[in-house]
């Protein structure tokens, strides 16, 4: 029985539309607030990001903080930022950020077709993503994923994050398969690739944009352009 594990962002869901749900969100706030700018909202949401996700990216990953808080606080620090300290409408930015997140969540073209066919082959799927277990679990809700998955496995549900090997270890346990015919599809070399050779199973890169490997990068034992070839 082959078992095929997959990443989430990058490899399942397309995450290109996701600067829309920012730019959407400040445009609404700035329509219900005269005294906002849509344009110095999107700019000051930009450099807050950048400063503001790299510092707690690993706590997210690991359920020490939820989505929800994330969004928050950076909408906190973009508002301030912007000379509005209202906690009102920090909760409204959030509010309208989550709703407007959960339109623009997408599955990359050859997604179903290749799940509907690796069903159909009768191989076990797990789903194996980093991030809090709200964020994660809203897009795969929302995508309606879990009809393909045998198992479902989020980082900040287990207090490991990819490529920690007791990230795929947690998959098996609840597949019962065996590594001898497995792998794991994933975007990234160092999360995906790394983690599922430190598992012992195949790391296949998928490398939908074509971007050149360099060589201090771990090396993939397969590397696809699209899901339709993984099948």
Not at 133 to 139: A, G, I, L, N
Not at 196 to 212: P, S, Y
Request: glycine share 8%; aromatic share 6%; charged share 25%.
């Amino acid at each position: 029985m082959a078992v095929v594990c997959l990443d989430l962002d990058g490899t399942l869901l397309d995450g290109s539309h996701f600067p829309q749900a920012i730019a959407n969100t400040c445009r609404a706030l700035a329509q219900e607030r005269a005294s906002l700018d849509a344009d110095q909202l999107l700019v000051a949401n930009a450099r807050i990001w950048q400063r503001y996700f790299p510092a707690i990216e690993s706590a997210w990953q690991l359920g020490a903080i939820d989505g929800r808080g994330v969004s928050r606080e950076a909408w906190r620090r973009t508002l301030a930022d912007c000379q509005c300290h209202d906690a009102a409408i920090v909760e409204r930015a959030l509010a309208l950020h989550l709703e407007f997140s959960r339109a623009t969540y997408r599955l990359f073209d050859d997604v179903e077709r290749a799940l509907d066919a690796l069903t159909a082959s009768g191989a076990r799927l797990a789903l194996v993503t980093n991030g809090s277990s709200d964020t994660q679990r809203e897009k795969i809700e929302v995508l309606g994923l879990e009809k393909w998955f045998d198992a479902i496995v989020v980082s900040g549900e287990l207090g490991y994050a990819k490529p920690h090997p007791a990230v795929f270890d947690t998959a098996f346990e609840m597949l019962g398969g065996t590594r001898e015919h497995a792998m794991h599809v994933g975007d990234s070399l160092g999360a995906d690739v790394a983690g599922a050779q430190a598992a012992r199973i195949r790391g296949i890169w998928l490398n939908r944009t074509g971007r050149a490997r360099s060589p201090d990068e771990p090396h993939p034992d397969i590397e696809i352009a699209s899901l339709d070839e993984l099948l």
